[in-house]
């Protein structure tokens, strides 16, 4: 029996050295194919794309604050076009800024023909405006009668009837 357990011995003996030096070539074999871990590429890697990640999300914030502002000046110049075409048309149809206001309609014959019904409810009568009246009286006595000269016409009229 000595012999057997002498000669499993050795045999373990052989096959756990074989395993070893195995291992150890396995070992060697992966250090030559993968190149070593150097801690200073990967921290200079993890800069360089934390880097760009945070230039990106600054872009994307100045991105979407731009698209805002542009968002707001579309609705501005909507407004604005809206109001000219309102005091152009209530120019031709000669109304006072105080009825120009009251133009309602989003297209231009929408407004023309507010401006026309506007008009007719005038018709006859003088459209208001904020210009004063031109009256002309004497200096000294506010109950005077007026200069007979204030209204040229009517003066002329006058003059060429005598």
Do not use: C, Y
């Amino acid at each position: 029996m000595s012999d057997t357990a002498d000669s499993t011995a050795t045999e373990q003996e052989q096959a756990t050295d074989t395993e070893v030096d195995e291992s150890t070539e396995t070992e060697q074999e992966s250090e030559q194919e993968a190149p070593s871990f150097d801690a200073d590429k990967a921290r200079e890697k993890i800069r360089k794309l934390n880097s760009e990640s945070k230039n990106l999300r600054e872009r994307a914030v100045k991105a979407e604050q731009q698209a805002k502002e542009n968002a707001d000046n579309g609705e501005r110049l909507t407004a604005l076009e809206a109001e000219n075409l309102r005091l152009r048309i209530g120019v031709k149809h000669g109304l006072p800024e105080s009825l120009v206001k009251r133009l309602s309609g989003s297209t231009e014959e929408e407004l023309l023909q507010d401006a026309e019904e506007l008009m007719e409810l005038f018709k006859g009568k003088t459209v208001p405006t904020n210009q004063p009246k031109e009256r002309l009286r004497g200096g000294g006595d506010p109950t005077a009668e007026a200069d007979p000269t204030a209204d040229l016409d009517k003066f002329a009229a006058e003059a060429f009837r005598r």
